[in-house]
């Protein structure tokens, strides 16, 4: 495309600025976090580097058993038929749009202190155990990413020519050498990063399930330093450490090219010749079967419970879901505005900032804006408009890669047309790109917000009393053991997300044409 | 007249040459083995690569530099040629604006082009419901009402069956009478059916254009070898 080598014209500006201005909050973020750090004496005492120590432990944990689990499911799945594997395979991909305080919820009611797996316990007459701590925290990352783990390493299975399958079954030569050990060691690495990154900087499961001095998270650190310390200093010390952790592992991410993303285009029937030997038709049926019960029964019991809860519900609950509406609709319309120009201006910079705050985390830029609100007005009356605008930003990597490749894609396939026709600028972006991309569009926003529906650690870090969202209602309701009313709510949350999430992924989809 | 100078391109392993011209209102149909350089001669022409020397002309001026839609040239791709998501009238009438706000007059003078190709009452169907024949009609009829008087095909019908081939290549020959016309294609008779005129793509160089009948009863080396004739 030489001489069209700008065919989106003038529609390619505005990409431009909002790179700009995407780059400049983040710097500026981070450079008030900088000051403020250099300005306080002393640096990582001995509890700093327990939480460093605590976040790279559990983190790695974490990644190692989602991705090690994630192994004989995703290929049970991949070389079995049976009814409801379609079904299974697509509810893999609810955590993304599961808020992660729901998830929670319904783990402490199979998992806790009186849940379903301790009543069973004491009728053996056996010991009960406790989640709280490492092990907690490691149980809650498992659920939320083995999902991603299989849907990650399914896709490299399918990606399996099932010609290739045949020859190596007519060479009688062993699958697993052959085929399936290539392929998972250049699919695991990627899997691996992708959980360890999310778990870096996950601060939910933290802090409801970890806490105390032993199972602190530096992301946990930072808010109980804001919020219970009113040490500003020391919050952005430790900021700025969760930042160069981040930035370490987001550039060998990137440098690897690890997968982020859902695992898109499970539906093809690659892998299917399965061995018919008893025992491992058993084993990948024990392995669906663990996968399936482990993944499901939380989520029934927040729906069991939230029905009971139902009529216990506080009487802010109708305001709480407007104002977590409202900041879920704001998050999504501008994580999609910026995800949309950054993706016509196309490029390097446009990747590079599209990827930037995944180097980043919610607790940091959000200790950031804090310090910059903090000398002009009071950071909570803000708390709202900064919450949208974060998870807008948080959700901005996701949204950007699924944009970008669509962008990408209708000009690899209708740009020569377009060119011929001199179709260009706004008419280009009004009767081309804007309708090819209505399923991503919709995808996409769906997506954000969901993501920012159920956002808690920005809102925690910033409310003040009288700015409940769905998500701080529920935690304040833990909080104050009134469980059967948190059930309730997190029944309304998932209502929320998942009607978000439906109604516009639905809105791309109505007679799109393929 | 169109006129290729001294029009090289060089990418890698990869080169091309050609010099010659083709008298306006001919068909020549453009032949040769698979990655010798066809498609690519078509995308210079039409303004998609740059060349890496030479010079483009159409009757006197130099449209070299000229982007694609600037030039006095209508291509039909390989596919995609019909944007999925507008109707086929809105296809059509990409050719008058490419904004799509038309006139009375100018749906009008959409709906004709239809009836002309014969996808009369088309108009407000959707690309995915047509047949690959009709389909090729619909993109015929942009084409038509485009008025460029440079035709490129770049194998167009290729994935349509013989008949509906050579149905194709007759409306072509029949509506398009009067313009420039290129067209690549793998099969001889292609050549014979609608061209005036035959250039063999081989080697690195596009050979100047022959008279069809003459290249076929006494073809050059790489002609006869191309064709698997000794």
Known sequence: MARGAQP?????????????????????????????AAGRPGFLTAADLAALRFTLIQAALSAALSVGLAIPVARALARRRFAGRGALITLLGAPFILPVIVAVLGLIAVFGRSGLLNELLALAHLPKISIYGLAGVVLGHVFLNLPLGIRLILQGWQAIPSERVRLAVELEGSRWRLLEWPMLRSVLPGAFLAVFLI?????????????GPKATTL????????????DLAKAAQLALLQLALGAVFAAVAYRSGAALGMGAGLGRQGFAIAPHGRLSTALDTFWIALAATFLLLPMVMVVANGLGGLNGLPSGIGVAVLRSVLVALAAAALSVALALALALRGGPVAMLVGSLPLATSALVVGTGVFLMLHGLINPTRAALPVTAALNALVGLPFVFRGISSAVEETEANYGRLAASLGLFGWARLRLLILPRLRRPLGFAAGLAAAMSVGDLGVILLFSGGDQETLPLMMYRLMGAYRMEAAAGVALVLVVVSLSLFWLFDRGGRADADA | MLTLENLTIEQGDFRLKADWSVPEGSVTAIVGPSGGGKSTLLSMIGGYFSPTSGRIFW?????GALPPGKRPVSTLFQDNNLFPHLTVAQNVGLALRPDLRLGVGENEQVEAALAEVGLGGFGARKPGTLSGGQASRAALARVLLQSRPLILLDEPFSALGPAMRREMLELVAEKLKGRTVLM????????????????????????????????????GPALAAYLGRK
């Open chain 2, 59 to 63: 009757k006197e001026a130099d449209i």
């Open chain 1, 8 to 36: 989106l014209g003038r529609i390619r500006a505005p990409g431009l600025a909002v790179a700009f201005a995407i780059a400049g909050f983040l710097g500026a973020s981070v450079w008030a976090v900088a000051a403020k």
């Open chain 1, 199 to 211: 778990c870096l900087t996950s601060f939910t499961v933290a802090l409801t399930l970890g806490g």
């Open chain 2, 184 to 219: 690549v294609t793998h099969d001889p008779e292609d050549a014979k059916q609608i061209a005036d005129l035959l250039v063999m793509v081989d080697g690195g160089v596009a050979n100047a254009p022959v008279a069809t009948s003459k290249a076929f009863a006494r073809p």
């Open chain 1, 219 to 230: 992301e946990l650190a930072i808010y109980q330093a804001v919020r219970f310390d009113f």
